[in-house]
């Protein structure tokens, strides 16, 4: 039997012929673990965890209602491609989007990996509940593949909003619900977003690969490292214009393309995302960067709760309110107040907002530690 150094070879020289030089690799697991709130060091653990996962770690991925978004961002991310530590690393046994089999075939394959057991169930799309016709996958109706693959699973993640709370499927008529309300009795994880991004997942599950557990949880069962600790208005590149009251209004005025995008619905001051800390597209930009508020795409209450997307969430003549009580609230957590203050039409930002300044007055952050 081979031992792990020479295991540990194989898998770099194959991510070497797939493009991915080991140097690269190894860099992208430690800035991996630093994302996760570890020390660099980590990453070599990581990288040796990964490449001696060869064909170890078995992975079903289901797939019930969504738009395969998330299948598609972490598929077409850039090098060193979280898709290819998914893809590569992992024995996936069954994946719904990308497999060539189909019906009984791949069933079989479900099947086996299943009385194998052992194996992470990655859950992609939202479960609905109303009537099983809504969704059928390979002839089953999806809750059932949901209920039959997680039987045997080590753990569960559901991966991109819709799997973690029903997302956008949820403001509408099937009933959609998210992983954890089907499953009970195993350790799941919500990787949400819409899409998820894909370092997200990948940091996940090299955590998983390395300490054979789960990363940290925040009450909302995300990975802490990522979602637990800071808004995306936090770190936000227009947070001076926010402060200043300075809000975009008209998106044709180029004189003030870059301001705060509050007023054109941004959900950044309610939103739990490393966004503005760790840009998507390895580095390369982010929602708010590029233009776009801020959706509140990783929030349980999205998509149904935090609609409009592009509508202010303030009513109209008490914008102003925004600036003035950031101003006086500085030094607490000035963009929630000031947008738990104007808010009417939201009850959920009002609750959220009242909820953490509360918890904050008592010394207790939002995940209850
Ligand atoms: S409201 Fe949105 S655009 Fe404005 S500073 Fe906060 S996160 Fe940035
Ligand atoms: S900035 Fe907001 S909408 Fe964009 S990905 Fe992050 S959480 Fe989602």
């Known amino acids: 039997m081979k031992d792990r150094d020479s295991i540990m070879e194989t898998g770099l020289l194959k991510m070497e012929l797939k493009g991915i030089p080991r140097r690269t690799f190894i860099k992208y697991c430690a800035a991996t673990a630093v994302a996760l709130g570890l020390d660099y060091y980590f990453g070599g653990l990581f990288a040796e965890a990964a490449t001696t996962a060869l064909n170890k770690k078995p992975v079903i991925w289901i797939q019930g209602q969504g738009c395969t978004g998330c299948s598609c961002s972490l598929l077409s991310s850039l090098n060193p491609g979280p898709g290819e530590v998914l893809l590569d690393l992992v024995s ?21 990996t299943v009385k194998e057991g052992g194996y992470l169930l990655v859950v992609e799309g939202s479960i609905p509940t109303r009537d099983p016709r809504y969704c059928v996958v390979e002839g089953l109706p999806f809750d059932e593949i949901v209920l039959k693959a997680s039987k045997n699973a080590d753990a569960v993640i559901a991966a991109g909003s819709c ?23 195993k350790p799941v994880v919500n ?44 770190t936000c590149p227009r947070a001076s ?17 870059d301001w705060c995008l509050l007023k054109m619905g941004c959900k950044g001051p309610v939103t739990y995302a490393d966004c503005n800390r760790i840009w998507w597209n390895d580095g390369v930009s982010t929602c708010i960067r590029a233009g776009s508020p801020c959706a509140g795409c990783t929030q349980p209450q999205f998509y149904k709760d935090l609609a409009p997307l592009y509508v202010s969430p303030l009513p109209p003549g008490r914008e102003d309110e925004a600036m003035p009580v950031a101003q006086r609230a500085r030094g607490i957590h000035a963009g929630s107040v000031a ?31």
């Open 92 to 112: 996936m046994r069954f994946n719904s989007t990308v497999m060539n089999a189909a019906g009984h075939l791949s069933i079989k394959a479900l099947e086996d």
């Open 163 to 185: 799997a973690a709370y029903g997302g956008i499927p949820r403001a509408g008529f099937t009933g959609a619900k998210g992983v954890s309300e089907i499953v009970s009795g």
């Open 191 to 234: 990787i949400p977003g819409c899409p998820l991004k894909p370092d997200w997942l990948a940091g996940t599950l090299l955590y998983y690969l390395s300490f054979n557990e789960l990363p940290p949880l925040d009450s909302d069962n995300r990975p802490l490292a990522y979602f637990g600790s800071h808004f995306v208005h936090d």
């Open 241 to 257: 214009y926010f402060e200043r009251g300075q809000f975009l209004e008209d998106w044709n005025n180029p004189a003030t393309v």
């Open 339 to 369: 947008l738990g203050a104007g808010i009417a039409a939201a009850p959920f930002v009002i609750n959220k907002v009242a909820d953490l300044l509360k918890k904050k007055k008592e010394g207790v952050s939002h995940d209850g530690e």
